[in-house]
C-alpha cells in the first residue's frame, strides 16, 4: 500500500530557530502533497498544496513566508517553519496520494514544541 | 469552507457492541467522502471510502453510509474492540484535489 514517511516525529527548539519537515512518498510518486497543522482535540487544517516543480498554494491565513514549501521532486515535500516562534508550536501532517481518484495518505506527523 | 471543532464529541460503546459514527459534509457538489481514524500521536489512517455514486460500501467490519439528500455520511464499525479507540475523522473532496474534514468524534471502548 501507499506509504508516507515524515521526519522528524519530534522537534523541540529555541525561539527564532528555523526547522524544516520532511515529507516522502516512499512506493509512489506524488506530484502534489499536502500540508495539514493539528491542534490538540482539533480538527486538521489545510496549510497548502505543495506542487512538485512549482510554487505551494496557500491557504487563506496562512503566511508564505512563515511557512516555505519546497516540493523539488516527486517523492519529497518540506515544510520549514522560519523564525518559529511558541505560537507555531502545533502537531504538521502532510499527505500525498497517488492520484484524485485515491484516497490521500498521510505521514505519521511532526509534533513542533518552540520554548 | 472548512470546518475546525473547538472540542471532540466522544462516543463511549461497550466492547462487542457496534458503533455509529455521524458526520455532516458542507458541500453538495462533493463527490468523493473518506473515513480516517486517527490514534494519538500518529497521522489519519486511511478506513474506508465511498463515491458519491453509492449510497452503500462495506469493508472489513465497517460500513460508510452516504445520504447525499441530507450531507450525511456514517460509519458504522461491528463488534468494537478495543483497538478501535481513536479519534475519527470524515474527509470530503470537492471538485479540486482538496479534502475537507470534519471535526472528528473520539471513539471510547468500554472494556
Known amino acids: 500500500g501507499a506509504v508516507v514517511s515524515q521526519h522528524p516525529s519530534w522537534v523541540i527548539c529555541k525561539s527564532g530557530t528555523s526547522v524544516k519537515i520532511e515529507c516522502r512518498s516512499l512506493d509512489f510518486q506524488a506530484t502534489t502533497m499536502f500540508w495539514y497543522r493539528q491542534f490538540p482535540k482539533q480538527s486538521l487544517m489545510l496549510m497548502a498544496t505543495?506542487?512538485?516543480?512549482?510554487?505551494?498554494?496557500?491557504e487563506q491565513g496562512v503566511e508564505k513566508d512563515k511557512f516555505l514549501i519546497n516540493h523539488a521532486s516527486l517523492t519529497l515535500s518540506t515544510l520549514t517553519v522560519t523564525s518559529a516562534h511558541p505560537e507555531d508550536s502545533s502537531f504538521y501532517i502532510c499527505?500525498?496520494?497517488?492520484?484524485?481518484?485515491?484516497?490521500?495518505?498521510f505521514g505519521d506527523g511532526t509534533r513542533l514544541s518552540i520554548l | 469552507g472548512e470546518s475546525v471543532g473547538l472540542h471532540l464529541p466522544t462516543l463511549s460503546v461497550q466492547e462487542g457492541d457496534n458503533s455509529i459514527i455521524n458526520c455532516a459534509y458542507s458541500n453538495s457538489a462533493s463527490d468523493y467522502f473518506i473515513w480516517y481514524k486517527q490514534e494519538s500521536g500518529k497521522g489519519p489512517q486511511f478506513i474506508i471510502d465511498?463515491?458519491?455514486?453509492?449510497d452503500k460500501r462495506q469493508g472489513q467490519r465497517v460500513t460508510v453510509l452516504l445520504n447525499k439528500t441530507v450531507k450525511h455520511l456514517s460509519l458504522q464499525i461491528a463488534a468494537t474492540q478495543p483497538g478501535d479507540s481513536a479519534v475519527y475523522f470524515c474527509a470530503e473532496l470537492s471538485g479540486t484535489y482538496k479534502y475537507i474534514f470534519g471535526t472528528g468524534t473520539r471513539l471510547k471502548v468500554l472494556a
Open positions: 465511498i463515491r458519491s455514486n453509492m
Open positions: 505543495s506542487n512538485e516543480g512549482s510554487k505551494a498554494t496557500y
Open positions: 499527505s500525498a496520494g497517488q492520484n484524485s481518484n485515491q484516497p490521500q495518505h
